[in-house]
């Protein structure tokens, strides 16, 4: 094989991998907002979400985008699973309109088209024109690319060892699948495989039997893409990865059984192998959503089998109940009792950001950021009932108490903050490999302790209006406050004898710092059910 063969190929691979990418990218930047508006709207009508699947997915020519949006929405809760399913089946229907195109053999036209889309994007204001522009850019580049590739690989029809090299995937099937999942989870395109595919077969370096087999992998393959999105994201996320492997490899042992009738079909649609190649892919994700869409409730039933458990959830807000807000008195205490609830949310925080600290736990660090959440949401949940019951009847003794409360629930939201904050440090040191002295960890362990038992008072004195364990709050405060000075003093001695590092030293410095804002936080509230200060 000379070089001119071999740049040929990889130079047009090139530009065609870079021309679906910019066709690709500059549809979703066009759509997106559309996209996400429609799909967060999706109910768990099948049929309706797999035609939102089929349709965006040929508009944005992009399965994997698609995908990974699903994915994004289904972690932040905004879809469930039996909606996102149907979904990513249509999807598997609009990124064959890809290979029609593919197809059509527009090579003549390419270059007009690279010529017209660098004059819009070089010419346009806006950016919605540009990415007009970028995408019929793209477009032209795709046909180049492929023109290229073709051309490029037609010396090799001479060769009868590499024409029976790859006549070997139409001979074994399973040679064939192997081969086209692997290329497509190299690339991580199902759309670049098939446009390779088709290069080579209009080349005569492929038959229709080894296409078809390649093209089977191919469909498998391009499953990897929402594999590696769902990486480290909920259940239900890598639910949804499998369950689109699931219905690719279910597909594939179901065309395997009915290939003999595809090749007649196939035959009958079209002469031209690249038009036969994109007919068997859309007729293959074509049959295979109309057999298992009436089987998602069993796909899903395989796949909490599959991937079993239960995502950390976020706690809602369940004890401000409306009705109680004709009677203030009873309003104000479902208040303290979502507040302490609050409080035990931060105390389970705390817990964990120290844990992430000794021995940091991603699991953990993601759990904080979800009671976060929970936390931020209670915020406001409470604040807004707050303002419902200064709209009622209030003795002048409950309508003092408002404020007061009102300044609690941003206490314990800063809280919150400050445990997130924490975490944050702790993975800092993870990521940077620091680590603290022996003496350091001590210092750091004490305080913890500390400080929870300080919120155990503090939750203690809301729930209770408890005033010595308000009073108690305040003693442990003192002697966090001079064990934090007494800490920093031992810090800056121990970096000028060398036995913390500087970049430790700061995190440590830090960590100092949430702690005693975190209990100023804390005080304010154990001295507001004291009557001391402001409150």
């Known amino acids: 094989m000379n070089h001119s063969i071999v740049f040929g190929i990889l130079g047009g691979l090139g530009i065609f991998i870079y021309g679906i990418y910019l066709l690709s990218d500059s549809l979703q930047k066009l759509s997106l907002g559309l996209l996400k508006t429609v799909l967060t709207k999706i109910t768990i009508n099948r049929i309706t979400s797999m035609l939102v699947g089929a349709g965006f997915t040929s508009l944005i020519q992009s399965s994997s985008a698609t995908s990974v949006l699903l994915i994004g929405f289904i972690n932040a809760g905004?879809?469930?699973?039996?909606?996102?399913?149907?979904?990513?089946?249509?999807?598997?229907i609009g990124t064959t309109v890809t290979a029609q195109l593919i197809a059509f053999k527009l090579t003549d036209s390419a270059l007009l088209f690279v010529f017209a889309g660098s004059l819009i994007f070089f010419f346009a204001r806006k950016t919605k024109h540009k990415n007009k522009g970028l995408a019929i850019l793209g477009f032209g580049m795709l046909f180049t690319g492929l023109?290229?590739?073709?051309?490029?690989?037609?010396?090799?029809?001479?060769?009868?060892?590499?024409?029976?090299?790859?006549?070997?995937?139409?001979?074994?099937?399973?040679?064939?699948?192997?081969?086209?999942?692997?290329?497509?989870?190299?690339?991580?395109?199902?759309?670049?495989?098939?446009?390779?595919?088709?290069?080579?077969?209009?080349?005569?370096?492929?038959?229709?039997?080894?296409?078809?087999?390649?093209?089977?992998?191919?469909n498998i393959g391009t499953c990897i893409t929402a594999v590696i999105a769902s990486i480290g994201g909920k259940l239900a996320s890598r639910r949804l990865a499998a369950g689109h492997a699931m219905f690719n490899i279910l597909g594939t042992v179901v065309a395997l059984a009915m290939l003999p009738l595809s090749f007649k079909l196939i035959a009958m649609?079209?002469?031209?192998?690249?038009?036969?190649?994109?007919?068997?892919?859309?007729?293959?994700?074509?049959v295979n959503v109309i057999l298992f869409l009436p089987f998602v409730s069993l796909f899903l039933k395989a796949l909490n089998k599959l991937i079993p458990g239960?995502?950390?959830?976020?706690?809602?807000?369940?004890?401000?109940?409306?009705?109680?807000?004709?009677?203030?008195?009873?309003?104000?205490?479902?208040?303290?009792?979502?507040?302490?609830?609050?409080?035990?949310?931060?105390?389970?925080m705390l817990e964990k950001a120290r844990l992430c600290i000794i021995h940091y736990n991603h699991k953990l660090k993601n759990e904080i950021s979800i009671d976060e959440q929970s936390v931020d949401e209670m915020q406001r949940d409470i604040t807004a009932y707050l303002v419902e019951i200064t709209k009622g009847e209030l003795s002048d003794e409950k309508r003092k108490t408002v404020p007061a409360l009102i300044?609690?629930?941003?206490?314990?939201?800063?809280?919150g903050d400050y445990c997130q904050d924490i975490s944050k440090l702790a993975q800092r040191l993870y990521e940077d490999n620091l680590?603290?002295?022996?003496?350091?960890?001590?210092?750091?362990?004490?305080?913890?302790?500390?400080?929870?038992?300080?919120?155990?008072?503090?939750?203690?004195?809301?729930?209770?209006?408890?005033?010595?364990?308000?009073?108690?709050?305040?003693?442990?405060?003192?002697?966090?406050?001079e064990l934090a000075v007494q800490y920093r003093l031992n810090h800056i001695e121990r970096l000028e004898q060398g036995v913390c590092v500087n970049d430790s030293g700061l995190v440590f410095s830090d960590i100092l710092i949430y702690i005693s804002r975190m209990n100023d936080h804390l005080c304010n509230i154990t001295k507001g059910i004291l009557h001391i200060g402001k409150r």
């Not at 300044?407 to 809280?415: A, K, P, T």
């Open 78 to 92: 905004l879809i469930s699973l039996a909606a996102a399913l149907p979904v990513i089946f249509g999807a598997n």
């Open 147 to 218: 023109n290229i590739m073709t051309e490029a690989v037609k010396p090799l029809t001479g060769n009868e060892d590499i024409v029976n090299l790859f006549l070997q995937f139409g001979k074994y099937p399973l040679l064939g699948i192997v081969t086209g999942l692997i290329m497509t989870m190299i690339l991580q395109s199902s759309s670049t495989s098939i446009g390779m595919v088709i290069a080579l077969a209009s080349a005569d370096l492929l038959d229709l039997n080894a296409s078809v087999y390649l093209i089977l992998g191919d």
């Open 269 to 286: 649609l079209s002469g031209d192998i690249s038009r036969q190649i994109a007919n068997f892919h859309s007729l293959f994700n074509i």
């Open 310 to 348: 239960e995502d950390y959830e976020k706690k809602e807000t369940k004890y401000l109940d409306e009705n109680l807000l004709a009677t203030p008195e009873l309003a104000i205490r479902a208040v303290i009792r979502q507040l302490s609830v609050m409080l035990a949310i931060n105390l389970e």
């Open 407 to 415: 300044h609690s629930v941003n206490d314990l939201e800063r809280v």
């Open 435 to 481: 680590a603290f002295s022996q003496t350091a960890q001590f210092e750091l362990t004490r305080l913890f302790d500390k400080t929870l038992t300080l919120m155990h008072f503090t939750q203690k004195a809301l729930s209770n209006d408890d005033h010595n364990a308000a009073s108690i709050t305040l003693v442990i405060e003192k002697e966090i406050d």
